[in-house]
Every structure is written in structure tokens, then in C-alpha cells.
């Protein structure tokens, strides 16, 4: 079967750096997705990896190693805003998406 | 990105009742979906919506319980027929934006209350 695993809940400290971790077994890959989604609102995209390496967006950085099945998102300077949950999504040979349960990130002044 | 809407936001229905939610986006678009998310859980895809055909539905989901149409490329509906407590949910629906990366884009969700 697939399946995506990332940690259920993490907590951090404003203005630390926290690393959400996300593994993934797909039948094929086309891609990996992270979303943020606050309470009660919906998700809202983050960032895309579909080649191994780091992608950089401000205070965002996501990584994607295909050979491990990895992927994890970093987020620096946090901030109280940064609290929510974030949601990992691959996208199988069939170009249907995937979704991880999503790890609820707490910050805490 | 895409400016997705949703009606209603929220509603609190009688058990046995059925709920009709829209979807209207700001422009055409050829994939959109219908999704389920219970609280504190992920997205559980119900369906496909497609253009001029039935819609496809994801495994567990019947056309008899979530009936769904999709008149052109801006507009879906999602209807939950004979409700019950079970039912009780956030209903988010999503469309595809063409990359690269083919992205998803959601509404605001509707929050269902079955009592």
C-alpha cells in the first residue's frame, strides 16, 4: 500500500528552527508537496520538490532525498503565526496525490 | 494561485436530511476535487469531479451518498444525502492549477454538524 508518515506533534520556541520530518512509500513518485493549513482554514501551499536537493523560500526550506524516500521541511526565525499544521503530499505514477496526516506544529514564546 | 469559494461556510443539519455545497472558482479550470477532512486528520479524497461525465469516485465513496455535478469548468456541487452523525465533517473542495508544478488549490471548506 502508500503511505506517508510525519510526526503527529512537534513543539518549538519562537525564533528557533524546527525540521518537520516526512517518509514516504508511493508507487512512483511525481513529486512532493507541503502544505500549511491553520486551524479552521484550509490548506495553502508551501513548496514543491521533485528533484533531490533543497529548495529555499525566505523562511521556508524543504528537501527532498528520492532514494531514501524523505523529505523534510525547515522553518527558521519562527513565529507565532507559524502555528499549524503542516501537511506532506506526494504525487504517485497515477498523478493522484497522497496525503500525510500532517504535524501540528506548536510555538511557544 | 486560484480564488476558490464555498457555500455554505458552515451548517447544522437534522440526521436523514441532505446538504448541497458549491464550489465556484475564479476561473476555468479542468480538475477539481472534492475532499473530506475529519478533525485533527488529513484529507480523505472523495472525488473527482469531471466536466460533462460522472464524477470518479475514490474507494469507500458512492455516487448514491455524494452525489456530485459539475455543470462547467468554474462550478461543482457536492451534495451529502441522507446525513448522518457520521457525516459530520469539513468538505473542501480543490482545483488544479497547471505548473509547472500542477498545483491544488482549496476552498475555505464547509463545516457539517449532524445531529
Known amino acids: 500500500g502508500q503511505n506517508i508518515d510525519q510526526p503527529t506533534e512537534m513543539t518549538a520556541t519562537e525564533g528557533a528552527i524546527v525540521q518537520i520530518n516526512c517518509t514516504y512509500q508511493t508507487s512512483g513518485f511525481n513529486g512532493l508537496f507541503w502544505y500549511q493549513q491553520h486551524a479552521g482554514e484550509a490548506p495553502t501551499f508551501l513548496s514543491y520538490n521533485v528533484l533531490d536537493g533543497l529548495e529555499e523560500k525566505g523562511r521556508f526550506s524543504s528537501f527532498l532525498s528520492r532514494s531514501k524516500g524523505y523529505s523534510y521541511l525547515l522553518l527558521k526565525e519562527l513565529q507565532m503565526k507559524d502555528s499549524a499544521s503542516y501537511l506532506c503530499?506526494?504525487?504517485?505514477?497515477?498523478?493522484?496525490?497522497?496525503w500525510g496526516a500532517g504535524t501540528k506544529l506548536i510555538i511557544k514564546p | 494561485s486560484a480564488v476558490i469559494s464555498q457555500k455554505p461556510s458552515r451548517d447544522i443539519c437534522q440526521r436523514g436530511t441532505s446538504l448541497t455545497i458549491q464550489c465556484q472558482v475564479d476561473s476555468q479550470v479542468t480538475m477539481m476535487f472534492w475532499y473530506r477532512q475529519q478533525p485533527g486528520q488529513s484529507l480523505t479524497l472523495i472525488a473527482t469531479a469531471n466536466q460533462g461525465s460522472e464524477a470518479t469516485y475514490e474507494s469507500g465513496f458512492v455516487i448514491d451518498k455524494f452525489p456530485i455535478s459539475r455543470p462547467n469548468l468554474t462550478f461543482s456541487t457536492l451534495t451529502v444525502s441522507n446525513m448522518s452523525p457520521e457525516d459530520s465533517s469539513i468538505y473542501l473542495c480543490?482545483?488544479?492549477?497547471?505548473?509547472?508544478?500542477?498545483?491544488?488549490?482549496f476552498g475555505p471548506g464547509t463545516r457539517l454538524t449532524v445531529l
Open positions: 503530499a506526494v504525487r504517485d505514477s497515477n498523478y493522484q496525490l497522497i
Open positions: 480543490s482545483v488544479e492549477r497547471t505548473g509547472p508544478p500542477d498545483t491544488q488549490y
